[in-house]
């Protein structure tokens, strides 16, 4: 895969339009606070963020193209630097990130964007941030249950 510059900036209408979109989503509270987390970096901390999430789905689409599936190890691997590098935008919930995987296999930018990398990386996309989520969430039911048996011994 050659190297492609991933990110390109949204015209002002666009960007008003995803805010709308999000803030519909979202609620405008958290539309607002990311608004404010973006406007708080310099240009050069912009440019580098944008500069790491291509970087991340650049390496998502090599791993599809060579054959990586998408609950593989370094794949999942890949989700954990993507879910971090939103928290320069927000902190995504569990229901935030199962959401943008949908979205990345639904909404026509998106689509037109990830296939862009590669025709297959939306359901790809989807596919591997399920079952991120899935694995998160079985270790959080996990973690809850350790601390209740915990509890009703120390009660018991």
Do not use: C
């Amino acid at each position: 895969m050659g190297k492609k510059h991933t990110f390109q900036r949204f015209s002002d209408e666009q960007q008003k339009q995803y805010e709308r979109e999000a803030r519909l989503q979202w609620g405008p509270e958290t539309v607002n606070a990311s608004i404010r987390r973006w406007e708080s970096y310099s240009e050069i901390q912009r440019e580098a963020i944008q500069e790491e999430g291509g970087q991340i789905y650049q390496k998502l689409a090599q791993a599809l193209a060579d054959g990586q599936p998408a609950h593989s190890p370094d794949v999942q691997k890949l989700l954990m630097r993507w879910q971090h590098h939103l928290r320069y935008f927000y902190e995504p919930t569990l229901d935030i990130l199962r959401g943008l995987g949908e979205a990345y296999n639904s909404h026509p930018d998106f689509i037109t964007f990830f296939q862009a990398l590669h025709p297959d990386l939306p359901g790809y996309l989807q596919a591997a941030i399920t079952r991120y989520v899935d694995d998160l969430e079985y270790a959080e039911i996990e973690r809850l249950l350790a601390e209740d048996e915990a509890r009703n011994r120390r009660l018991g």
